[in-house]
């Protein structure tokens, strides 16, 4: 019978086993990434009826109902969630910390200010070749260090495309990675050890996909995971074992776009999420400092070409270009300054034209509005960091209470070394005692 002693110990032996395997599992495991502690359903083996015992129950030992992971679908996607939130909070605030330092290590505020100096020092003796001399020194250095800015800005710009490239290459890797599991799920035992294992593989690469993406996720019974880029409302990216490929745009400003097979995605979480946003207020900065560039050369000219220069010339302009990559020099001879109005005399100390000069730059004001430029982005990177720091206590929270349920407790575990071994003993007992009581019935005359 199904119920006798040998049988009950040997399923006893075989529970006692899984349960030292799974235990062992655990321990070496506490450490690993993505392990999610497994442990061991048992359920009692019973059969009923037989040859005149009908409706009798026949105890029959145990048997393994399944391995169980201990994780929470609802935590885990909560890490996926503020996980994504961070990983998109902190690659624009890493991302604008580029831009500030590009913008104020360029040296353009001090630069414009010098240059404002010089031209009112000139005012003092206009006709001193050495301070016009500096006046052409400081637009020089001024020239060069909007060029030093468009270029830096334009460098920070391109190390954000390359990384949000790399988040679309990634994104694309790992939904092949999980399509790939889909199969491989589609085809395990249930509830075996080689299903959890999968399933730890499968949330791993969740949790890698989140960092780049906001996704939102649909579970099957046989553990397959059917995935959307961009939220519920996004593109389907993995179905079954099929795979869809997200890539980038780049716009003749530099900012970025993305679409899953041609249709456009908008992320709200991830990194890409935020070198997309760091994008989008570098070329709102470039476009406000290009904008000074152009107003200043505008106005400066106008004012320039209005007067006459120490030669008793008519002016030229001093500068060219509408940007800060097109903003060059042109004018390279203090004497060129058009600092008396037109029809002067040579070396003429009447001032006004240069007071015109001063007041078409003061219109523009590049000191004030340069100024509200480094305000922006050093504000925008202010309140970026609160949010980030915001995010990371709500991410580690979420994180704190999986890892209290997923995570291994090596105490935990060494009880259950025992206990199992205990119970392996004790099953061993039970067939010594069914080996004691069958040779005593052998011995009976």
């Known amino acids: 019978m199904a119920s006798d002693l040998l049988s009950i110990a040997r399923s006893g032996v075989q529970a006692a086993k899984i349960g030292?395997?799974?235990?062992a599992q655990n321990i070496a495991n506490a450490s690993s990434t993505g392990y999610v502690r497994r442990s061991a359903n048992f359920r009692e083996v019973a059969q009923t009826g037989g040859a005149n015992r009908i409706g009798d129950l026949s105890l029959s030992g145990v048997r393994l109902d399944g391995i169980v992971r201990n994780a929470d679908a609802?935590?885990?996607?909560?890490?996926?969630?503020?996980?994504?939130?961070?990983?998109?909070?902190?690659?624009?605030?890493?991302a604008l910390q580029n831009i500030e330092s590009a913008i104020e290590q360029s040296g353009v505020f001090e630069a414009i200010i010098d240059f404002e100096s010089s031209l009112q020092q000139l005012t003092q003796d206009p006709v001193d070749t050495s301070l016009r001399a500096s006046v052409i020194e400081?637009?020089?250095?001024?020239?060069?260090t909007f060029q030093i800015a468009g270029q830096e800005m334009d460098a920070a710009g391109e190390g954000m495309r390359f990384l949000a490239?790399?988040?679309?290459?990634?994104?694309?890797?790992?939904?092949?990675?999980l399509a790939r599991t889909n199969t491989r799920l589609a085809r395990a035992s249930d509830a075996s050890s080689d299903q959890t294992a999968l399933l730890d593989q499968r949330d791993t690469l969740l949790e890698q996909l989140s960092t780049y993406s906001n996704i939102a996720t649909t579970?099957?019974?046989?553990?397959?995971?059917?995935?959307?880029?961009?939220?519920?409302s996004g593109s389907d990216l993995v179905v079954g074992n099929s795979a869809a490929s997200v890539s980038m745009a780049?716009?003749?400003?530099?900012?970025?776009?993305?679409?899953?097979?041609?249709?456009?995605?908008?992320?709200?979480?991830?990194?890409?999420?935020?070198?997309?946003?760091?994008?989008?207020?570098?070329?709102?900065?470039?476009?406000?400092?290009?904008?000074?560039?152009?107003?200043?050369?505008?106005?400066?000219?106008?004012?320039q070409t209005g007067g006459d220069d120490l030669d008793?010339?008519?002016?030229?302009?001093?500068?060219?270009?509408?940007?800060?990559?097109?903003?060059?020099l042109v004018a390279t001879d203090g004497r060129k300054i058009a600092t008396a109005p037109a029809g002067s005399a040579p070396r003429s100390r009447d001032a006004s034209n240069l007071t015109a000069i001063r007041t078409a730059l003061a219109g523009v004001d590049p000191a004030g509005t340069m100024d509200a430029i480094l305000f922006d982005v050093s504000g925008t990177l202010a309140g970026r960091n609160v949010t980030l720091g915001a995010l990371e206590t709500i991410a580690d929270t979420a994180k704190v209470a999986l890892s209290a349920q997923s995570g291994v407790d090596l105490d935990q575990e060494a009880v259950n070394l025992v206990r199992f071994q205990q119970a392996f003993q004790a099953s061993g007992k039970v067939m010594q005692v069914a080996s004691d009581i069958f040779d005593t019935l052998l011995a009976i005359r």
Do not use: W, Y
């Not at 400081?138 to 060069?144: E, I, L, Q």
């Not at 099957?220 to 880029?229: N, P, S, Y």
């Open 74 to 94: 609802f935590r885990q996607a909560e890490v996926r969630r503020t996980g994504s939130d961070v990983a998109r909070a902190s690659a624009e605030v890493t």
């Open 20 to 23: 030292l395997d799974l235990t």
């Open 219 to 232: 579970f099957g019974t046989d553990g397959q995971v059917a995935v959307k880029i961009g939220g519920a």
């Open 312 to 328: 008793g010339n008519s002016g030229t302009a001093i500068f060219s270009g509408n940007s800060m990559a097109t903003l060059t």
């Open 138 to 144: 400081k637009a020089r250095t001024m020239v060069g």
């Open 165 to 177: 490239g790399d988040g679309v290459t990634q994104v694309n890797r790992i939904a092949q990675e």
């Open 250 to 303: 780049t716009a003749a400003d530099g900012t970025i776009s993305f679409d899953v097979g041609g249709t456009p995605l908008t992320l709200a979480g991830g990194s890409m999420a935020g070198q997309q946003l760091a994008l989008t207020k570098n070329a709102q900065l470039k476009a406000d400092l290009d904008t000074l560039v152009d107003n200043m050369v505008t106005d400066v000219n106008a004012a």
